[in-house]
């Protein structure tokens, strides 16, 4: 099975999570498998017929429910692997030329909530649940905490990222962390399409001229940053709080 | 067809041709940078607002189109850089009356302002990337008002937003009923500033902008814009934007 799925029409392609059985938890093998689609987008984005637009989606009924530590729990040296692949992901995303809209149902949470910060536009809908619920685990996300200070500033960021527990999507919007939301996963789907349409007849050098400033403008490219974090993020999971805390929810769910 | 004046204490900037939806060609968005550096000097606040139904539609594309070598749109984008450098560079605050819209240069104007009063019903959005135009010239003001994120999807998504969604991003500082409200109380806004003391005011507005990612003079955006003007792919989605446009004003 695939685990990062990549459907290119025209002018639009979409990259899928593919492990709906879990959730599309973020594993060092879904990362893999993502940067490598994110690649092949990379290699290709220089021709005139390549797509404009990237949809970043997941398969089944959530986004993405984050990283999965239960996998990394017993082997100390996984979660810095773990946790520098998603900071190259997430590097490597925001630097393709794409104009990338994430197309957030269900549920996304820490890891995979930090994906959404990541897109260009997200868009969710009402009854999702999203947000950054690593403080209620005793970990630190550090590694996607650059992305959502550029999506909503630093004194949000603060508020989002320190009070932990989850929003709902139409919260999320209120505060900037989507863009948008809608009613229900129907109208999202509709809405996406729409947009990710509009966007794509647009000029190709006008989008990527602008996302490029963009991206200079925000810092988006300084690697060091997220590096750092995802240490810090990997060091912190390493602690014996951390870990007793992940172990006890483990072992409860 | 700009008008400017100075009334008591406030700097009145009036985009004066209404029946082109305030669109601006060159000469006026010379004019507009050169009025906002000028008044700025003995007002205490400034009032930019525009004529009949709408406060400006953006660029005048069919004067883009006329001139071969892009001259004319490449002499709006720099005027644009120049009125939004003045306008965050002004000692006084800017406050905008927004009735009805104000779409891609238009709406980049917003960016520079301190304060922006529109009505519940405007239309607001950056279209241009359909026409082969990147907005990049208005990035670095816009984000410096909205904050990084909202500026990237606004910027990126060429659709248009209501007043809600505006005043929630903090593109428009607040909102009236009727578009002819809109005037009257932006009018009231700018007496309120000029009335108060200048020194605090001046000194807060210095600091904030020197704590903001990009100064007044950042000709970055600028720069990017001017960079895809001119190639075939923009100058082909222009002629075919104002194509389909004729053909549906001729068959109304």
């Known amino acids: 099975m695939t685990l990062a799925t990549l459907d290119i029409r025209g002018r639009v392609a979409t990259l899928a999570l593919n492990r709906p059985d879990q959730r599309n938890a973020l594993s060092i093998d879904l990362i893999a498998s993502l940067r490598h689609r994110v690649g092949e987008l990379a290699r290709d984005a220089g021709s005139p017929d390549a797509p404009r637009v990237l949809i970043l989606t997941g398969h089944g009924k959530a986004f993405c429910a984050g990283m999965d530590l239960r996998a990394v729990l017993d ?50 809908h009402d009854s999702a649940k999203v947000g950054f619920p690593e403080v209620d685990l005793g970990v630190c996300p550090a590694v996607v905490a650059p992305w959502v200070v550029r999506k909503v500033g630093g004194g949000k960021a603060r508020q989002i990222l320190l009070r932990g527990g989850l929003l709902a999507g139409a919260e999320a919007a209120a505060l900037g962390l989507m863009d948008r939301s809608l009613p229900g996963p129907n109208e999202l789907d509709s809405a996406v399409r729409e947009l990710a349409d509009r966007i794509a007849a647009g000029g190709r050098l006008a989008l990527r001229a602008t996302k490029e400033l963009l991206n200079r403008l925000d ?35 | 067809m700009i008008r400017s004046t100075l009334e008591g204490r406030v700097g009145r900037i009036l985009l004066d041709r209404p029946d082109q939806r305030n669109a601006l060609t060159p000469e006026m968005a010379a004019d507009l940078a ?4 000028h008044l700025a000097q003995k007002a205490s606040c400034l009032l930019l607002e525009g004529e009949g139904r709408v406060f400006c539609a953006g ?70 990337a359909l026409l ?116 549906r004003t001729a068959g109304r």
């Not at chain 1, 750092?228 to 805390?245: F, I, K, N, T």
């Not at chain 2, 306008?87 to 819209?101: K, T």
């Not at chain 2, 809109?182 to 007496?191: F, G, L, S, T």
């Open chain 1, 75 to 124: 082997d100390p040296a996984a979660p810095p692997r773990l946790l520098g692949a998603l900071a190259e992901l997430t590097l490597e995303i925001r630097a393709l030329p794409h104009v990338v809209i994430a197309q957030v149902q269900g549920a996304a949470i820490g890891g995979g909530c930090g994906l959404t910060c990541v897109a260009d536009i997200s868009l969710t």
């Open chain 1, 219 to 253: 810092g988006s490219l300084d690697a060091d940053v997220v590096r750092e974090g995802a240490r810090l993020s990997a060091e912190v999971v390493a602690s014996p709080e951390a870990q007793a805390s992940l172990r006890a929810r483990f072992e409860s769910s």
């Open chain 2, 34 to 37: 050169m009025a906002v550096s």
């Open chain 2, 59 to 128: 660029f005048d594309l069919e004067c883009c189109r006329r001139t071969p070598d892009n001259s004319a749109l490449r002499s709006l984008l720099e005027s644009l850089h120049k009125t939004l450098a003045a306008m965050r560079s002004s000692p006084v605050p800017v406050v905008i009356a927004c009735h009805g819209a104000a779409i891609a240069g238009g709406c980049a104007l917003l960016g520079g302002a301190d304060y922006v009063i529109a009505d519940r019903a405007v239309k607001l959005g950056y279209p241009v």
């Open chain 2, 132 to 247: 082969g135009i990147s907005p990049a010239v208005s990035a670095p003001t816009l984000a410096n008002r909205i904050g990084g994120g909202a500026a990237r999807s606004r910027l990126l998504d060429p659709g248009l937003i209501g007043g809600h969604q505006a005043l929630q991003a903090g593109l428009v500082s607040a909102l009236v009923d009727s578009p002819e409200d809109v005037r009257p109380a932006a009018a009231r806004a700018a007496e309120r500033f000029a009335s108060q003391p200048g020194g605090g005011i001046r000194a807060t507005r210095d600091w904030l902008g020197k704590l903001e990612a990009a100064g007044a003079a950042d000709r970055s955006g600028l720069e990017a814009s001017l960079a895809v003007t001119g190639g075939e792919e923009g100058r082909g989605l222009l002629e075919q934007f104002l194509r389909s446009l004729n053909r």
